[in-house]
């Protein structure tokens, strides 16, 4: 069975910290992964795309990395900021799942100022 | 960049009521558009895959004649919650895909709304 999961389900950090964001997956054949931020209430921002081909991605002070042969993904958010606080996403295209996203359970973030 | 609008973003009724939200690609055609449930503290699960001209796709446990799905044109799909009940309560979201037919796989992102949180009364 395909599935996501993200540990810890939060995180607190001082700002200014550097962020890690863990992202574990079942199954190595994946089309792509992609990394969303959702506020309270609010709907998905996409982040970032890994393509299965890559090994990372980076945007700004967002950088994910994805290593399939151990079924792992990492966001790092560096120098992280107050705005950073939200819920952290992660979502795996499984080949097996077809036209599926299949996500995590998302790790609830807090950076305090 | 592209924009997937939702509304309405908050509803309250009472039971028995019929709902309908509606999801929009404001700026690109999508052939394509899915609908997910969310319950809070949760992740977000697939209930449909909503198809232009088409039926829809219903994911194995979600009631296709309690959840109605149609997407009558290129950048527009509905959702009909009929004869809500308080346990239909929760957060709805859709999502679309850029572009012809989907595949995945694609350097394409979904692009999500910003939900309808559905409170049954």
């Known amino acids: 069975k395909q599935e996501v999961t993200q540990i810890p389900a939060a995180l607190s950090v001082p700002e200014g910290e550097n962020l890690v964001l863990n992202c574990s997956f079942t199954d190595s054949a994946i089309y792509n992964l992609q990394w969303f931020r959702q506020d309270p209430g609010k709907g998905l921002t996409s982040l970032l795309l890994?393509?299965?081909?890559?090994r990372e991605q980076t945007s700004g002070r967002l950088n994910a990395s994805l290593d399939k042969s151990s079924g792992r993904s990492t966001l790092y958010i560096a120098a992280s900021q107050p705005g950073d606080s939200a819920t952290y996403l992660c979502a795996a295209y499984f080949k097996a799942a077809g036209n599926k996203l299949t996500f995590g359970g998302g790790t609830r973030v807090l950076v305090k100022p | 960049g592209a924009v997937v609008s939702q509304h309405p973003s908050r509803v309250i009724c009472k039971s028995g009521t019929s709902v309908k939200i509606e999801c929009r690609s404001l700026d690109f055609q999508a052939t394509t558009m899915f609908w997910y449930r969310q319950f809070p503290k949760q992740s977000l699960m697939l209930m449909a895959t909503?198809?232009?001209?088409?039926?829809?796709?219903?994911e194995q446990g979600v009631e296709k004649d309690k959840f109605l799905i149609n997407h009558a044109s290129l950048t527009l799909s509905t959702l009909t919650v009929t004869s809500a009940h308080p346990e239909d309560s929760s957060f709805y979201i859709c999502?679309?895909?850029?572009?012809?037919?989907?595949?995945?796989?694609?350097?394409?992102?979904?692009?999500f709304g910003d939900g309808t949180r559905l409170s049954i009364l």
């Open positions: 999502s679309a895909f850029p572009g012809g037919s989907y595949r995945a796989g694609g350097n394409q992102p979904q692009h």
């Open positions: 890994i393509q299965s081909s890559q």
């Open positions: 909503s198809n232009e001209g088409s039926k829809a796709t219903y």
